[in-house]
């Protein structure tokens, strides 16, 4: 399985964004995808995930009620809509998936958040 993010960028306290991962490979083995964040000098830490089979999805508290995931099966893509953004947001994202029992990531996209 291979992931493919894409949608970050620069953008203003209380901007949105939506970032997108698109799988490829084995996607029928998929059992959830997430979103990780890291931030300068923190660890990784998962915001977001759905799952394959009923559209499960789970936040973290920090983004919970901005932060939506949502999933597109037909194009095998994953969305993270975020918004009412804050400084605190600003981090490398992640795309992440389990997969017949591996891990997968996505090379990143930066997102920050600043006047």
């Known amino acids: 399985v291979q992931l493919v993010e894409s949608g970050g960028g620069l953008v203003q306290p209380g901007g949105s964004l939506r970032l997108s991962c698109t799988a490829s490979g084995f996607t029928s083995t998929i059992y959830r995808m997430s979103w990780y964040l890291q931030a300068p000098g923190k660890e990784r830490e998962r915001v977001a995930s759905?799952?394959?089979?009923?559209?499960?999805?789970n936040y973290s508290d920090s983004v919970k009620g901005r932060f939506t995931i949502s999933r597109d099966n037909a194009k095998n893509t994953v969305y993270l809509q975020m918004n009412s953004l804050k400084p605190e947001d600003t981090a490398v994202y992640y795309c992440?998936?389990?997969?017949?029992?591996?891990?997968?990531w996505g090379q990143g996209t930066q997102v920050t958040v600043a006047s």
């Open positions: 759905i799952r394959s089979g009923d559209g499960q999805t």
């Open positions: 992440h998936t389990l997969a017949s029992g591996y891990v997968y």
